[in-house]
């Protein structure tokens, strides 16, 4: 997502017209880079995370875009997002938003976190010197994920 999100900040601050600049569009949701469908790897998001018409959505956006048809996708705003949690979308004037607020998070250990029953920690609380962890990594017996893969969905590859 860090590329996206720096390739939609680039182009809004320095493409070569204000037509290319005011024309950038973004969408955040629970998904990777297949279909719209609300899931990501084993999690479901919900119905409410779902564009059910993804295609007709796109094609709209090209209409608008490529063929100059004004179909509404002007007067949209720019920036649409899924709140996870709440499960609902918002749009917004602008990413990143303006009232958004930095917060650091640290991972922290006892020494025995690289188990699921472990010590491990994650918080705002800054580091201090804390016990390393350890874990073997072998390929014949790699470390199943949690949640299913992240990358990419197959099922419109066929």
Not at 42 to 48: A, C, R, S
Not at 63 to 75: A, Q, S
Not at 115 to 139: C, I, K, Q
Request: glycine residues 12%; proline residues 7%.
């Amino acid at each position: 997502m860090g590329g996206t999100l720096r390739n939609y900040e680039a182009i809004k601050a320095g493409a070569g017209s204000e037509a290319a600049r005011r024309g950038q569009r973004l969408m955040i949701g629970p998904w990777y880079h297949g279909p719209f469908n609300g899931k990501t790897g084993d999690v479901d998001f919900g119905p409410e995370s779902r564009i059910e018409e993804s295609d007709d959505l796109i094609l709209r956006w090209y209409d608008y875009l490529l063929k100059g048809i004004p179909n509404g996708m002007e007067k949209e705003k720019p920036v649409k997002i899924f709140v996870m949690g709440k499960n609902v979308w918002r749009d917004e004037d602008d990413w990143p938003l303006a009232r958004a607020k930095s917060t650091r998070f640290y991972l922290h250990s006892g020494g025995k976190a690289n188990t699921s029953t472990g010590d491990g920690a994650l918080n705002t609380t800054a580091p201090r010197p804390e016990a390393s962890d350890v874990f073997t990594y072998d390929p014949a017996d790699p470390v199943p994920t949690r949640g299913g893969g992240l990358c990419c969905d197959n099922e419109h590859l066929a």
